[in-house]
């Protein structure tokens, strides 16, 4: 079982028995929480109730995996019903990067940030993907939710699109092998052949900061968990959009595509 998960279970045992307990002292609600020697003897009785019946926590942690299933279930629906009202934003943005066929007619989105293990392993797919769909176009929505480092890492790509090499350079980060710093990704920069200084000067561009403003408010729009997220379907914007939270591999990927021609 979950370490954390079976914590939480026996943590909110323990302070619902508690208040409880100090709720019946008097046969009233609780005004003052329980007593440190009172708290002491509660969680002797909890521990040894739980010992004398460990099916408890299993029944518990069901029923809580469950629940977390449903909600997650609950908010992809919702993601995917919001998809269809952000289509324009989604995959029509003159400022998005795009690989692939620029006139593609199904278009993948994909929301990602450079820390993001997941996203990561998704390079190569990606790549994969469109080498064997010439009729994919891909836009990659950067999304820095992890830190400083991911924000630089994002503000460094965009400005290697105004020399051209946003994927070059968007690749060779997420492929890098090694933790980003500044220093780092000023190599990385280099050795893709951007003139560093005005890749540092670019970086510094209020239209970037405006790029990754939308992104973000987009994000949050469609209620995004995580990194990845892809938005599957036609480019028109017609039709269904799939969404897809999470690491998918290539048939997974492929399949979605299939399914929107």
Do not use: W
Not at 38 to 52: G, N, P, T
Not at 135 to 156: H, T
């Amino acid at each position: 079982m979950n370490r954390f998960i079976k914590t939480t279970i026996v943590t909110s045992l323990i302070a619902i028995s508690a208040y409880a307990y100090a709720a019946d002292k008097n046969n009233h609600p609780a005004t003052t929480a329980a007593t440190p020697a009172e708290k002491a003897k509660i969680e002797a009785v909890v521990h040894d109730y739980l010992i004398s019946k460990p099916e408890v926590l299993v029944e518990a942690m069901q029923v809580l995996q469950e629940k977390q299933f449903q909600q997650a279930q609950q908010t992809v629906k919702q993601t995917q019903k919001a998809a269809a009202t952000y289509a324009n934003d989604l995959f029509h943005q003159s400022t998005d990067p795009i690989a692939g066929n620029p006139d593609g007619k199904i278009t993948i989105v994909e929301f990602f940030d450079y820390q993001c293990p997941h996203c990561i392993d998704m390079a190569p797919t990606m790549d994969a993907v469109i080498k064997a769909n010439p009729d994919v176009r891909v836009i990659y929505k950067d999304f820095p939710i992890r830190g400083p480092l991911s924000e630089l890492a994002a503000r460094a790509a965009l400005a290697a699109q105004k020399q051209g090499k946003y994927h070059e350079l968007s690749n060779a980060m997420l492929t890098a092998n090694k933790q980003l710093t500044q220093d780092v990704i000023l190599e990385i920069a280099k050795n893709q052949g951007l003139d560093v200084d005005k890749l540092k000067q670019d970086m510094k561009d209020s239209a970037i900061d405006n790029q990754l403003k939308a992104n973000t408010k987009l994000a949050q729009n469609l209620k995004l968990l995580g990194t990845p997220a892809f938005f599957i379907g036609k480019t028109s914007g017609k039709g269904n959009i799939n969404y897809v939270p999470g690491q998918m591999d290539q048939k997974q990927l492929q399949l979605m595509i299939d399914n929107n021609k």
